[in-house]
């Protein structure tokens, strides 16, 4: 009994101290509830976790001590849920499992970054009354809000919906009034823009605590024009990228006493800038870029100390705010002493700014005035510019990282305060008129340069080596007096523009710096003096995008090694001394859109894969090199093609009798982009459209040795601008369907053997402006009349059986056998367009199987196939002429 004694009482004491010790266990570290512990596991289970960033959720283990779980330290409760994830690839994936019901003490839960695939944002949340804080921005949430239930979470203090893609919405901002403590509220992106024009901004004016307001790309419509309402308590607000037009108004600056951030970029705003701004008199940041704002920038933004103050950024680029800049500084902007980020770029202001003006701007980092220009008058092509009128020892009182002067008024000395600014990263002085040596000191200072940008001036020296700007992305030289040998290239370069100096010598060092890691995306070394064999070093080529070495000296093959520019959108190396075929490894270039080879000495038939492997050419020039035999009939298969120029080669054969669809129809008419359209631009200099330089489609096989007729298939071209078929071996008639080609303003038949009659479909190219029928034996009467009225001799000459103005040769009265002949084809064409409207649509497979097939088997086969095509052709022209008037309107006010 003692020993049993003695060893209950030796359990009484070890539970004791057992007791103890987990209590104090308990109280320094308090474990995790089992019931929540399990729930987090159920969580965990909805979600797929790639990257193991839950594995410290095992069960058995401590919950609070896993990964992004933090508990209540005395009572062992899960208080906040962390999951924020910044990195795209650790996103957890999968849906939000209500178990956090079982959670009843969460007060944070920030999911922000991971992807909820498309869900709804759950409507169970809204039962968390705990809740403090709710992050849910960039989850990939879609749906409706579950606003009902929302609205409950009267302990919210910060909620945020943003970046969830536009997928979000909800449609009125009602349940807002039930979250009387949210002090932090971010829907940027949640479409609003169905709620009622003006309650969405009364539903807020309710929230008494709310410090930080982000509603932007909310699609909202409406600012109320006028309001009582006090947002005190507001210091943040941004409405950025909405729909708001008419001007910016008053009460916003009135009743927004401790605003300090306020945002209105990106919406229509128009009108001039309040001088009610000057209330303001604790904004730190003011952002109104990107409207339609006008005038002048008001002198209330910075008047001797006492307006504005505290303002340290101030963007206003992209306005029409106008009037003189030096005006500005002098009475407001100039005493802003704080200001470190100034953006006047691409308005319409002016000025002669001297060291006085920018005397106060100790803090400035950030300088933008770039692309600020107005016409003297409409027709004049002089400008006004921005001058920047320092002297040679200016020492500015500020260390700019953003240099932003572009077209700007600096020189003709290059600006030698540059020199005191030792931190740069960013500097554009492109267009500024200057004409100088780059001085020494330009080419080595700031190690931080990102950016550099000196294009369009007149500038020389040779002193440059950048392989030392590990973080240059982006240099552009570009029409400048270089006259150099290429110099050493920064390694991490992603934009390289050396076009049109006079750049020369080999390009190896371009070689250098495409090793296995290279960034190049865009080189153009275009109409320089540079020479050598294109070196085959274009392995690793495959983030490059753009490549022009057009208008060098090149000689030599094309190196296979180009086919590794598997990205590759434009390669244009024209106009140089390029020979050999076109190597097949350019197969593998299957997104360029646009290649340019013309001008070189290249040789064989036309590769057949262009057409099959290039499925996205919209511009393919070959024209003044040795190409032979057919083109490839391959080439029809290019749906995207608007411009074809094969002229100047050694061609053989019929004209494939191709309907490029992109040629075809108008929906395509203005899909170039601007990279694309500028090196067009470049590539057609010939022709001086008329309309809208980007309205480019050319079809232009002249100087060849092509033979047959004119296939009628080329009258389905329907937006053709230029077509160009002279000085070939045609033969047979213009086909009278080329009436419908009503675009065109280019059309040279020249020196082929058509004959028989000019259609008078003709009359219908009311944009013809260049007809060249000359050297041909067709016949019969001239059109007159329209733009017919307009075209001289030299148009027809070498046609001794044509007749009518403008020749001396009048038309007699009787109608030659050759001549009845052609009018019944020009009649039968007519009889042939009724029946078709009575005819079914042949879908378009059996018309390029018959095209094929037609173009193959010969002549009559290929009469067959256009009996074939011509239903689905007219139907073609029946849908254009209901939307012609349209389009030709917007040419117009283009
Ligand atoms: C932890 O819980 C205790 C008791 O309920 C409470 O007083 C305390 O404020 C909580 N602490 C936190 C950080 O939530
Ligand atoms: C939320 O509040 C509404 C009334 O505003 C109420 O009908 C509803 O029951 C509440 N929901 C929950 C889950 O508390
Ligand atoms: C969510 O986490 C991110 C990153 O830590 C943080 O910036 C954000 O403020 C958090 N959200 C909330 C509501 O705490
Ligand atoms: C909301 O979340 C986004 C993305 O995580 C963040 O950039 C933004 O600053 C947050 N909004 C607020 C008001 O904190
Ligand atoms: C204003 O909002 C736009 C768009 O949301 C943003 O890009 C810009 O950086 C903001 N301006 C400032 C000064 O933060
Ligand atoms: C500024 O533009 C407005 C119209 O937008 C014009 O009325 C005003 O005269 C211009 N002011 C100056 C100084 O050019
Ligand atoms: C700019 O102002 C300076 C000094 O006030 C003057 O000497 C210079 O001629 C002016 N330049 C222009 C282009 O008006
Ligand atoms: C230099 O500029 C960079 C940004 O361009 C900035 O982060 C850094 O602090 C600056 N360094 C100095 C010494 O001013
Ligand atoms: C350099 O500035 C010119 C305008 O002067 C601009 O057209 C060009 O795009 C800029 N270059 C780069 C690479 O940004």
């Not at 057609?684 to 480019?696: I, K, N």
Request: net charge negative.
């Amino acid at each position: 009994m003692i020993v049993h004694g003695r060893f209950l009482q030796h359990l009484v004491e070890f539970i004791a101290i057992l007791h103890l010790s987990i209590q104090g266990h308990f109280l320094c570290n308090a474990v995790c509830m089992e019931s929540e512990a399990e729930a987090l596991l159920q969580f965990k289970g909805g979600l797929n976790d790639l990257t193991n960033r839950l594995s410290s959720w095992e069960r058995g283990e401590d919950c609070c001590q896993w990964n992004g779980v933090g508990c209540n330290t005395s009572t062992g409760h899960v208080i906040s849920l962390d999951l924020f994830c910044a990195n795209s690839l650790h996103k957890l994936q999968g849906h939000l499992s209500s178990s956090l019901l079982e959670l009843p003490y969460l007060s944070s839960l920030n999911l922000s970054g991971n992807d909820f695939m498309q869900s709804q944002v759950p409507s169970f949340l809204g039962t968390m009354r705990s809740l403090k804080h709710l992050d849910l921005s960039n989850a990939n949430f879609k749906g409706n809000l579950p606003k009902e239930t929302l609205g409950n979470l009267s302990h919210l203090e910060s909620l945020n919906l943003s970046g969830n893609d536009y997928s979000l919405q909800v449609n009125n901002l009602k349940w807002l009034r039930g979250l009387s403590s949210l002090k932090t509220l971010d829907l940027s992106g949640v479409v609003l823009g169905s709620s009622t024009a003006n309650d969405w901004f009364l539903d807020i004016s309710m929230l008494l605590s709310l410090v930080t307001l982000r509603l932007s790309g909310c699609q909202l419509h409406k600012l109320p024009p006028s309001s009582e309402v006090n947002f005190d308590s507001l210091i943040t607000l941004d409405l950025s990228f909405n729909y708001f037009g008419d001007t910016i108004p008053d009460w916003l600056f009135e009743n927004c006493h401790n605003l300090q951030h306020l945002n209105l970029s990106h919406n229509h705003f128009r009108g001039p800038i309040p001088d009610s701004v000057g209330r303001l008199m604790s904004l730190v940041t003011l952002d109104l870029s990107n409207n339609q704002l006008i005038g002048s920038i008001p002198s209330t933004l910075g008047n001797g100390h006492t307006q504005n103050p505290l303002l340290k950024e101030l963007h206003l680029s992209n306005n029409q705010l106008n009037g003189s800049l030096d005006g500005s500084l002098e009475r407001s902007l100039g005493q802003l002493s704080q200001l470190v980020v100034l953006k006047l770029a691409w308005n319409k202001l002016e000025g002669n700014i001297t060291s006085a003006h920018l005397a106060n701007f100790n803090n400035l980092k950030v300088l933008d005035l770039s692309f600020n220009s107005i016409r003297m008058n409409r027709f004049e092509q002089k400008e006004k510019r921005i001058t920047l009128h320092v002297s040679k020892n200016w020492i500015p009182p500020f260390q700019l990282e953003t240099i932003g002067l572009g077209f700007c008024e600096l020189g003709p000395q290059f600006p030698m305060w540059i020199q005191t600014q030792k931190n740069f990263s960013y500097v554009d002085i492109s267009d500024a008129g200057i004409f100088d040596i780059v001085p020494d000191w330009f080419w080595d200072f700031s190690p931080t340069i990102e950016y550099m940008n000196l294009s369009s001036n007149e500038l020389r020296g040779c002193e440059h080596d950048f392989s030392q700007k590990f973080k240059l992305e982006t240099l552009d030289l570009s029409n400048n007096n270089f006259s150099c040998p290429l110099p050493r290239l920064p390694p991490n370069l992603r934009t390289l523009n050396l076009a049109t100096n006079s750049f020369h010598g080999n390009i190896s060092r371009v070689c250098e710096m495409l090793g296995v890691n290279n960034s190049l995306g865009f080189l153009d070394l275009s109409s320089n003096k540079l020479s050598g064999n294109i070196p085959n070093c274009w392995s690793y080529g495959g983030n490059m995008i753009i490549l022009n070495l057009g208008k060098n000296t090149f000689s030599g093959p094309i190196p296979d090694s180009l086919g590794s520019l598997t990205s590759l959108h434009i390669l244009s190396m024209q106009e140089n001394n390029l020979y050999g075929k076109i190597p097949d490894s350019l197969k593998n270039l299957q997104v360029v859109t646009i290649l340019d080879l013309g001008g070189n000495r290249l040789s064989g038939p036309i590769p057949y894969w262009i057409g099959g492997e290039m499925h996205i050419l919209k511009s393919l020039i070959l024209r003044n090199n040795y190409f032979e035999e057919n083109i490839p009939i391959t080439l029809c298969m290019l749906k995207s093609l608007k411009i074809l120029d094969l002229s100047g080669n050694k061609l053989t054969g019929a004209i494939p009798p191709c309907v490029f669809e992109a040629m075809a129809t108008e929906e395509s008419l203005n899909d170039f982009s601007y990279m694309e359209y500028q090196t067009i631009k470049g590539s057609l200099s010939m022709y001086q459209f008329r309309s809208s330089p980007w309205f480019l489609n050319a079809l232009d096989l002249s100087s060849n040795l092509l033979t047959e007729e004119i296939p009628l298939q080329i009258t389905e071209l329907v937006v053709l601008v230029a077509l160009n078929l002279s000085r070939n071996q045609l033969v047979g008639s213009i086909p009278y369907g080329i009436g419908e080609m009503r675009y065109l303003e280019f059309l040279d038949f020249s020196r082929n053997h058509l004959s028989c009659v000019i259609p008078s479909s003709m009359l219908r190219l009311h944009f013809l402006s260049a007809l060249n029928l000359s050297y041909n034996n067709l016949s019969g009467k001239i059109p007159h009349g329209f733009q017919f009225d307009t075209f001289d001799v030299s148009s027809y000459e070498g046609n001794p059986d044509l007749c009518g103005n403008p020749l001396i040769q009048e038309c007699s009265t009787n109608i030659s056998f050759e001549d009845m002949h052609c009018i019944d084809s020009e009649g039968s064409n007519n009889r042939e367009r009724e029946n078709d409207e009575h005819e079914d649509n042949v879908g378009t497979n059996a018309f390029y199987i018959s095209m094929v097939i037609g173009f193959i088997t010969g002549f009559w086969v290929f009469w067959g196939s256009l009996f074939l095509i011509t239903p689905w052709r007219y139907a073609y022209f029946r849908f254009l002429s209901s939307t012609h008037d349209w389009i030709y309107c917007c040419r117009i006010n283009r």
